[in-house]
């Protein structure tokens, strides 16, 4: 079975630097994809970015991008010029490529910005 | 354009009650999924459904069950409700045949049992 592992239960970050939070996965598989999902304090989860596995070049979404690494199956999240927007739970998820396989999440990360 | 709508948003049970979560999707997603997230351990399969008719079990199936009713709406159902269950449950849909696209998520019900 596919597991997703946060190891930082908790990070923080002076407003407008840059935070990097990590994620590492197991599968057997080759054909995947990865997300990142931000949830604020009103519960809704928001998709901030996904990586297709077959594709080399990293993901960006304006001040989000990730480093993924598919050999050491790591998919961390980099935020840059941090806003306290940002400030919320971050979860990682992996779903295989096939039709409606669901997403396996880690345990999350909660991400606090400092004024 | 709603996405997905889940009710309630909160609830208070007794230890044995029964109740219902509704689920309900307006983007024509063929998968619907149920999870439960509970601190420290981040979002959990409780069930999903791959298409109208269908249902499988995830990763925490015990104590629940669920129906899906069309391709709209999925619900799950807590037969005896238990404190162990308390958690806040979050309803989700996606295209069935396009896994590199989001899946889309209710607001979430809060579900406490005393």
């Known amino acids: 079975a596919q597991t997703v592992t946060q190891s930082q239960p908790e990070m923080s970050v002076q407003e407008a630097e840059t935070v990097t939070l990590s994620c590492t996965y197991d599968t057997s598989e080759s054909d995947y994809y990865l997300f990142w999902y931000k949830q604020p304090p009103s519960r809704q989860m928001i998709l901030v970015i996904r990586?297709?596995?077959?594709?080399?070049q990293n993901a960006t979404e304006n001040r989000f991008s990730v480093n993924f690494q598919k050999a050491a199956k790591s998919f961390s999240l980099k935020i840059s010029d941090s806003q306290l927007g940002d400030a919320a739970m971050y979860f990682c998820?992996?779903?295989?490529?096939?039709?409606?396989?669901?997403?396996?999440f880690g345990t999350g990360t909660r991400l606090t910005i400092i004024p | 354009n709603a996405g997905v709508t889940q009710t309630p948003k909160f609830q208070v049970l007794k230890t044995g009650q029964s109740m219902t979560l509704q689920c309900a999707q307006d983007m024509n997603h063929n998968s619907m999924y149920w999870y439960r997230q509970d601190p420290g351990m981040g979002l959990r399969l409780i069930y999903y459904?791959?298409?109208?008719?269908?249902?499988d079990k995830g990763e925490v199936p015990n104590g629940y069950n669920v129906s899906r009713l069309n391709k709209r709406e999925f619900s799950l159902r807590l037969e005896s409700a238990a404190p162990s269950q308390t958690s806040v449950y979050f309803c989700?849909?996606?295209?069935?045949?396009?896994?590199?696209?989001?899946?889309?998520f209710g607001q979430g019900t809060r579900l406490t049992v005393v």
């Open positions: 990586q297709e596995a077959y594709k080399q």
């Open positions: 459904s791959a298409s109208e008719g269908t249902t």
């Open positions: 989700a849909s996606s295209e069935r045949d396009r896994a590199g696209t989001e899946a889309f």
């Open positions: 998820a992996y779903r295989r490529n096939f039709g409606n396989e669901k997403l396996t």
